[in-house]
């Protein structure tokens, strides 16, 4: 009789410390998160954009996508357009680019990055253009877009 109430405080315990260390763990992060999205919104703070956006990446945490998606956007709109291919990135990375909504939002940002001068944005949607990847194959547009990016010609760029 005793072996049971024994077994039963050890199981007790046990689950205890597991179930309070987990939220300790879940607290700290969601903490670590949550400045970062302080810093983001108070002061368009770009460093902590992007360390937060590197954690969502190595964490693959598929609710947090949409969230450092939304910042991406506010900075795009407020600081810096070039951030226009970072939205189009993290749409691509989430897997949300299968939904026609969310491929013409972030083809829009993409593309006002590309006029903002971000030369990887324009070489993006030339590429784009080119192969009909996302978009319809359009050599027009693939060479108006491959101008803007002139630092990123290669021999396999054959519409030059």
Known sequence: MINKYFI???????????????????????????DLKNKIEQDL???????????VYY???KEEYRDVIRYAKIITEKKDPMYGENVFELYE???????PLHLDT???YLKKSA???????AYKLGRMYRDGEYVKLNLDSACYY?????DFKDSSLSIY
């Open 106 to 108: 972030a083809l829009i």
């Open 8 to 34: 039963l405080i050890l199981i007790a315990v046990f689950c205890k410390i597991f179930c309070s260390c987990g939220n300790r763990n879940d607290y700290y992060h969601n903490k670590y998160y949550c």
């Open 115 to 121: 006029k903002a001068g971000n030369q990887y944005a």
């Open 146 to 150: 491959f101008k803007l990016a002139p």
């Open 93 to 99: 990375m989430s897997g949300l680019l299968s939904k």
């Open 59 to 61: 964490d693959d945490s």
């Open 45 to 55: 703070d770009v460093s902590a954009f992007d360390e937060l956006e590197l954690n």
